[in-house]
């Protein structure tokens, strides 16, 4: 099973967005979009939760070069 990490290659902020929608098989931009527009209605919630996401969620390695 995968684990679920942070971006560190296709971040915005801090990468959460982009780190779930890998893992669920989702748009990455139509996640942030929806994100958005929930953070917009639902004001402090979506905040929090991305932030206790941002903190608990590892960044995930960078497939880089080896020099």
Do not use: Q
């Not at 669920?24 to 996401?53: C, E, H, K, Q």
């Amino acid at each position: 099973m995968d684990t679920l990490y942070r971006s560190s290659d296709e971040k915005v902020f801090a990468g959460v967005c982009a780190g779930i929608a890998h893992k669920f098989d989702l748009n990455v931009t139509g996640l942030r979009w929806a994100t958005a527009i929930i953070s917009l209605f639902f004001t402090g919630i979506p905040v929090i939760v991305y932030a206790i996401l941002w903190i608990v969620l590892k960044e995930r390695p960078t497939r880089g070069f080896i020099n």
